[in-house]
């Protein structure tokens, strides 16, 4: 099992590009990697997928160095909603018995 | 769409109890999930399932049971609620397991006294 480590928590202001790294020193050549999102009182909701190189949607970006030993979840121009606790996950993407492991996360806190 | 939605939300038990929680998806899933969320902490999974009629154990199973009697819905039992299992309690859903995206419910906040 896959396992990684982010930081515990961070701060920024609104306005700034904010960037969460992972590490995963152990990943496996079948292995995605995984970000989540959780509001307080809700539940995890996914925001990104990648295995390589760089993968960008309407939320977020997530850069993938070459040798995928970390990640980096950027979030562009953050504002006081993007506070949230924000989950790296590593694992295979199809494998029946393959459960994910979630550590605690990062609890990213953005300032006015 | 619901997606996914969990009964009770909120819910008290002495020591002892017992309780279901129904986990109920719309999206016609195979893989259905409950985790338990203890403060600061990341999720941890307590049973899944990989299809109508079939459960398997996570990585805390002890003190809970499950049974996925319909596709669209898990229903995770405490028989002798205990105090450690004052928790929040989340049940997902998903196309596939593995990093398959995972669809969340709001949550059940349970305290046991």
């Known amino acids: 099992l896959a396992k990684t480590t982010q930081p515990i928590s961070m701060d920024s202001y609104e306005g700034q590009e904010v960037n969460i790294t992972c590490s995963h020193n152990?990943?496996?050549?079948?292995?995605?990697i995984t970000w989540y999102q959780q509001f307080p009182s809700q539940g995890p909701r996914f925001i990104i997928q990648?295995?390589?190189?760089?993968v960008t949607n309407e939320v977020a970006s997530l850069f993938i160095p070459a040798d995928r030993k970390s990640s980096t979840l950027s979030l562009p121009r953050v504002s006081l909603s993007d506070t949230a606790v924000y989950y790296c996950?590593?694992?295979?993407?199809?494998?029946?018995?393959?459960?994910?492991?979630w550590g605690a996360g990062t609890k990213l806190i953005i300032k006015p | 769409n619901a997606g996914v939605t969990q009964t009770p939300k909120f819910r008290v038990l002495k020591t002892g109890q017992s309780m279901t929680l129904l986990c109920a998806q719309d999206?016609?899933?195979?893989?259905m999930y409950w985790y338990r969320q203890d403060p600061g902490m990341g999720l941890r999974l307590i049973h899944y399932?990989?299809?109508?009629?079939?459960?398997a154990k996570g990585e805390v199973p002890d003190g809970y049971n499950v049974s996925r009697l319909k596709k669209q819905n898990f229903l995770l039992g405490l028989e002798s609620a205990a105090p450690s299992q004052t928790s929040v309690y989340f049940c997902?859903?998903?196309?596939?397991?593995?990093?398959?995206?995972?669809?969340f419910g709001p949550g059940t906040r349970l305290t046991v006294t």
């Open positions: 999206m016609n899933h195979e893989y």
């Open positions: 399932s990989v299809g109508e009629g079939t459960t």
């Open positions: 997902a859903s998903s196309y596939g397991t593995g990093a398959y995206e995972q669809y």
């Open positions: 996950l590593v694992g295979p993407v199809v494998d029946s018995n393959y459960q994910l492991i």
């Open positions: 152990n990943i496996a050549t079948n292995d995605y």
């Open positions: 990648g295995y390589k190189t760089k």
